[in-house]
Nanobody
Framework: QVQLVESGGGLVQAGGSLRLSCAAS????????MGWFRQAPGKEREFVAC????????YYAGSVKGRFTISRDNAKNTVYLQMNSLKPEDTAVYYC????????????????WGQGTQVTVSS
């Protein structure tokens, strides 16, 4: 089992940047593919980005590709989401998640979730 704790959210103006972190504890972090998801009020949770166990492969939702970057540091048991050129439509609670068997865009495929961190982008 792995425990996940997100941090780094906040209020930022449109065009600004934020860096989210997700610290993992418990089982070996490098055994898990990791993903970032987000959920805006009244909407379903949606995929943002994912990264493979080694960090050699990444994949992004079309709405964030070119603006967001996912990375991980297995020595620090942490996954990051660098968010640049933020837009008001990026406003949501952002969650990190761990997947022990595969990786991808499907919410239900992920085994463990953090509590989320709020990101608010003002226009």
């Amino acid at each position: 089992q792995v425990q996940l704790v997100e941090s780094g959210g906040g209020l930022v103006q449109a065009g600004g940047s934020l860096r989210l972190s997700c610290a993992a504890s418990g089982r070996t972090f490098s055994e898990y593919n990791m993903g970032w998801f987000r959920q805006a009020p009244g909407k379903e949770r949606e995929f943002v980005a994912c990264i493979s166990r080694s960090g050699s492969s990444t994949y992004y939702a079309g709405s964030v590709k070119g603006r967001f970057t996912i990375s991980r540091d297995n020595a620090k048991n942490t996954v990051y989401l660098q968010m640049n050129s933020l837009k008001p439509e990026d406003t949501a609670v952002y969650y990190c998640a761990a997947d022990s068997t595969g990786w991808g865009t499907i919410v239900d495929k992920y085994d463990y979730w953090g509590q989320g961190t709020q990101v608010t982008v003002s226009s």
